[in-house]
């Protein structure tokens, strides 16, 4: 899995599992949008609009659904026909609900921002004292 400069690995798989648990949990569809160009995605192309797709990731539109640190799997029906799809995590681009669009878009890049003033340097202590 990537990581960050720190070493934290992204929160981008944890963030996606809680939203479609929030989202299903209040009886909604979860809807994935992907960027269908990056690397690893496998979709139909006949589903593919504009470079993304948006994907159905609901247990009825779904079968075998894995959502992995790394890559969400499942397999469904486009046009009666089925389809083995494969989703790199960095290719989810949002996860909302089909009916309200109740959501999150996530950052097309999980590393975090760079320091204000542009160095490496630790930001300088607090000026605070604890007064008890």
Known sequence: MSSTPEGMTSNR?????ALYDWITDNGLTPHVLVDAEFAGVDVPDHAIQKGKVVLNVATGATENLQLENETIFFKARFSGKPYQITVPMGAVIAIYARENGQGMMFAQDDSPPPPVDGS???PPRSHLKVVK
């Open 13 to 17: 798989p944890y963030l996606l599992r």
């Open 120 to 122: 490496d340097d630790p």
